[in-house]
């Protein structure tokens, strides 16, 4: 019941913004009422703790015959931070609107609580089906969202191109579905079939951009530092949140080894486009990719809990970042918190990181950690030059902040408590390691030109020589695409029924040649 | 009154009356109606069930005799005679909308009726003769006055012409095989005479090019009903067969020919249609993976064949109806319907190219949307039969998916600074907003279905008991 609760003080404040934007426009406590929908969420989701763990299962699908498993949801030591986490970016995001020169009631408002709620039942959903769901009403959002605020043929594509991947992600899920049943399993997350745990790891990469390696991400939108962070990070989160229902005793397979091989790159490729990159927002996808990869990583290693240290530092240390629009050295300073938060020492957010068996991709996962924290560290301590909240009035120049600080110390408390892999010490010895190796990377980028920033343009450069790789899924299409003219050319000519009916001979023949 | 004239006559009667009386602009509306009161009186009032109404008492008797045959529609046809009607009446209701003319509510109330005394008809043998007429009734909806029949059109007329022969003959013969059921030569021939009989009707790979070709060079609104008539139709004839002779459900031969029919037409149109260029091709190969779905649903073995195969039907009447309606509104702004035509089309006509694609993820199984919880329930009973099968199954659905993908990204690709603009009429956005918000329904609440098909097995003694 509490997770309805939660998601209802979403979906009813947005429902709200939207009564108030068409009936008062310029109504000036309509942000008070968002931030008031927001705060009682975020309450509501650290209420969640007294009761856990819990359920909430909707009417289930009928004839029960058929569909075995209700739409339910589940709030437990794994999905709660997850929850606490969106909630928490979702009023950040409306804190930090103070900021802007003229903020006004507006659909984006609506839209970011709306995305927090959608996120909730996301994280929490307890089985396939309901994830599918969340996952398909994440991405019409996403979809209709994008195509109304991207201008060109060029961009519009682009979009296109990350729906369709985020879709092909879910019909995967749905294939290990059919192969979970084929297997005479029921499709839940308490008893997945040994053979579909890999097509779930692939169904997340897939969604997220890391498996094979792809910008899901268009970068030219316009809804880029509020409702585009929302977007982008819960977007991750829900699909991250599969990979911690995958149960180690299902990833063994002859692939596992090839698949960590292809995270790692992706880590490392994000990592190092991320610590290159101009800005944070230009970044950004490379930094989904980056954390993306190593929950990957940490799932095929057997460590759920890696999965869930790893999404929350993307939307608690990552929303932190591309929230912070003005300059305020104390700010930068606290944002640093990431540092420890993103560095797997013990009792930090992420220190259940590594409690997997990484055997011998350890020094390439420490290097792809290392390259992430290095680039957090430089995008944190960016330059001045943008706007400062000296001029803005007194309460404004207090609320902006709160949001911020909200979403890091966060990063502190879930080190602490309120799920599994709190209060650990984890692997010592790599985060060490990772550390000193950052340290390394961080005195180094100033002094050695290949870690100076890269210009904005050679980012396209670099994203367009990878889609020449795959160009060649393009050509076997095209000779498809042949083939299936010639077959229908001859079928629909002049001679087609002829053809047609020596098929139909032919398949006669072939069903009834058992039979004397 | 008696139930076949309820749901035969009347329409059939209103139909003759709408085409010889009414001017064309006024008969949506009156189509629509009619069509929806048949609805309504399907699913209050159940057949042969003495009603109270006051101090009145009165009875819809189900049987009527005519020629020396006859024509029986019984309780656990309500349900059924709902949908099929409440489905026609969203198609006429969406005629005005899709500015379809020549005559398409008068004809396609006549061939309601035709198609419903198909399922009522007393030698179930003669429900052939019926689909046949039916599908006569169609060539004035596909063929303009004067105009030259298309090859789709002939080609159509053919194989449905084809189809009532061999089904005749089969019946012939399969009296033959129920007096000696132990002759195995005769039952083989009997098989395979019913079986090229519905792989005539229903378009089985690859008697199927007659779709395509139609969707090319006929109104896809008038293609669209046909594609969801007939093969709703002769899908209920056949199941009727099924249940009727126990060596057709247990024989493996032609058990194994149902499901490769069925999973062939599901692959093959899926993947046709991922490498199509027209739009109105996609939506005919659509049109036959659908179908193919249904034969693979009547392939099952399991309780649940009845159940899964109207989970289909019923959400196919209305993704079709919508993406027809949806296209037949782009079409007036680009006749081809290439490609090349409809580039960018998402910002002059919004509401219809996010109905088309809306309709077209729902064919492919997107989750949310209408198509979705019939798929997961055909996986649930498919997947335990056979891996393979379900394997080729859902290529054909991703084919679909492909397909879906390609089509939005034609629609989308606007040159810079095209604004958004809505050119749709307000009877448009209404009809096709109306037929999205349905499809979003049916796909998260499945189970308001069960008004309609929960007592749908009972209308077969052996299937699904």
């Not at chain 1, 409702?227 to 596992?256: D, E, K, M, N």
């Not at chain 1, 010895?429 to 390394?440: N, V, Y």
């Not at chain 2, 009667?13 to 609805?39: D, H, K, Q, Y």
């Not at chain 2, 629609?411 to 600074?417: D, I, P, S």
Request: charged fraction near 10%; hydrophobic fraction near 55%; charge should be positive.
């Amino acid at each position: 019941m509490l997770i309805i609760v939660s998601c209802l003080l979403f979906f009813v404040t947005a429902l709200a913004l939207m009564v108030l934007l068409i009936t008062q426009p310029n109504a000036r406590y309509a942000w008070l009422v968002a931030v008031g929908g927001g705060t009682l969420a975020l309450v509501s989701v650290f209420i969640w703790l007294a009761q856990m763990p819990f359920d909430l299962a909707l009417p289930a699908w009928k004839p029960l015959t058929l569909f075995l498993n209700p739409i339910s949801f589940r709030a437990d030591g794994l999905s709660w931070p997850f929850a606490v986490s969106i909630s928490a970016l979702t009023l950040t995001i409306l804190l930090t609107v103070v900021s802007q020169p003229a903020f006004t009631n507006s659909y984006t408002w609506a839209g970011t609580l709306a995305l927090g709620g959608l996120g909730i039942l996301a994280v929490t959903a307890n089985n396939p089906l309901t994830l599918l769901l969340i996952w398909s009403a994440l991405d019409i959002t996403e979809l209709i969202t994008q195509l109304r605020s991207v201008n060109g043929a060029a961009n519009n594509e682009k979009v296109v191109t990350s729906f369709s991947t985020r879709a092909f992600g879910s019909f995967l899920l749905l294939w290990a579905n059919i192969v979970s049943i084929a297997a005479g399993s029921t499709f839940n997350f308490q008893s997945i079939a040994s053979g579909s745990g890999l097509y779930l790891v692939i169904a997340a990469g897939l969604r997220l951009g890391v498996l094979p390696l792809h910008l899901p991400y268009s970068s030219e939108s316009t809804v880029r530092r509020g409702f585009g962070t929302a977007l982008r990070l819960i977007s991750a989160a829900s699909s991250l949140v599969l990979l911690s229902h995958v149960p180690a005793g299902s990833l063994s397979s002859a692939l596992t080894p090839f698949l960590t091989s292809l995270g790692i790159i992706a880590a490392i490729y994000g990592g190092w486009m991320w610590l290159r990159a101009p800005d944070e927002l230009t970044g950004r996808p490379y930094w989904i990719i980056s954390l993306a990869a190593l929950s990957i990583i940490s799932a095929l290693s057997g460590n759920p809990l890696g999965v869930v240290a790893w999404g929350c530092a993307l939307v608690l240390v990552g929303g932190a970042l591309f929230l912070s629009s003005v300059q305020n050295i104390w700010l930068n300073r606290a944002l640093l918190v990431g540092v420890w938060s993103l560095s797997s020492l013990p009792f930090s957010l992420t220190a259940s990181a590594w409690l997997g068996n990484l055997g011998f991709f350890i020094p390439f996962v420490i290097v792809a950690q290392a390259l992430l924290i290095a680039g957090f560290v430089r995008h944190a301590l960016r330059p001045g030059g943008r706007d400062s909240l000296d001029t803005q009035e007194s309460w404004t120049r207090s609320v902006y902040p709160a949001g911020i600080i909200l979403l890091v110390a966060l990063q502190l408390v879930l080190g602490w408590i309120g799920w599994d892999g709190a209060l650990q010490v984890g692997a010592w010895l790599q985060a060490i390691i990772a550390s000193l190796l950052t340290f390394g990377l961080v005195w180094a980028t100033p002094r050695f030109r290949i870690l100076n920033p890269i210009r904005a343009h050679w980012v396209s450069s670099t994203i367009s020589r990878m889609d020449n790789a795959y160009q060649g899924l393009w050509a076997i299409y095209r000779l498809l695409a042949r083939i299936s003219t010639a077959i229908i050319t001859t079928l629909e000519g002049e001679s087609g029924i002829m053809w047609t009916l020596l098929f139909i001979i032919l398949f006669v023949s072939l069903i009834t040649q058992g039979v004397r | 009154m008696s139930a076949p004239i309820l749901w035969i006559l009347v329409p059939f009667a209103t139909g003759v009356l709408i085409l010889l009386f009414l001017r064309e602009e006024r008969a949506p509306v009156t189509g629509g109606v009619v069509a929806a009161i048949l609805s309504l009186t399907a699913l209050i009032i159940p057949i042969d069930i003495a009603q109270l109404l006051g101090p009145v008492s009165f009875k819809i008797s189900s049987t009527i005799q005519f020629f020396g045959r006859s024509f029986a529609l019984h309780t656990a046809d309500g349900p059924l005679l709902a949908i099929i009607y409440g489905l026609a009446a969203l198609w006429f209701f969406g005629t005005q909308a899709s500015g379809t003319k020549n005559r398409f509510v008068s004809i396609g109330l006549m061939i309601v009726a035709l198609l419903t005394a198909s399922i009522a008809v007393e030698p179930f043998l003669f429900a052939a003769l019926l689909l046949e007429m039916a599908a006569m009734l169609v060539i004035p909806l596909l063929v303009l006055p004067y105009q030259k029949p298309g090859r789709g059109v002939v080609r159509f007329l053919i194989y449905q012409t084809l189809a009532m022969p061999f089904i005749l003959f089969s019946g012939w013969m399969l009296a033959g095989v129920e007096a000696s059921p132990g002759d195995l030569g005769t039952t083989t021939q009997a098989g395979t005479m019913l079986g090229l009989g519905f792989a005539f009707l229903l378009g089985v790979f690859p008697l199927y090019n007659w779709i395509p070709m139609l969707m090319e060079e006929a109104s896809p609104y008038v293609t669209g009903f046909l594609l969801w008539a007939l093969p709703t139709f002769t899908v209920i004839f056949a199941l009727g067969f099924l249940d009727r002779y126990t060596w057709l459900r247990t024989s493996p031969q032609l058990s194994n020919a149902i499901i490769f029919a069925g999973v062939f037409m599901v692959a093959s149109g899926g993947i046709f249609a991922s490498l199509q260029r027209h739009l109105g091709r996609i939506m005919g190969y659509a049109a036959i993976a659908e179908t193919g779905l249904l034969i693979l649903a009547m392939s099952l073995k399991s309780t649940e064949v009845v159940n899964v195969t109207f989970l289909l039907l019923v959400p196919r009447g209305l993704e079709l109806a919508v993406w027809a309606l949806a296209l037949s509104i782009i079409k007036r702004k680009a006749y081809s319907l290439r490609f090349s035509e409809v580039q960018g089309l998402a910002r002059s006509y919004p509401i219809a190219v996010a109905a088309l694609i809306f309709a077209h993820l729902s064919v492919a199984g997107f989750p949310l949307l209408a198509g979705f919880p019939a798929r997961i329930a055909l996986w649930q009973e498919l997947a335990g039969q056979s891996l393979t099968i379900s394997f080729w199954a859902f290529a054909g659905l991703f084919g679909l998916l492909i397909a879906a993908i390609r089509t939005l990204a034609v629609f989308v690709m606007a040159e810079e600074n095209k604004p958004w603009e809505l050119n749709e009429s307000w009877v448009q956005g209404v009809m096709l907003g109306l037929g999205v918000i349905g499809l979003f329904i049916l796909g998260t609440f499945p189970q308001i279905l069960q008004l309609f098909i929960a007592n749908l097995p009972t209308l077969f003694d052996h299937l699904g008991q």
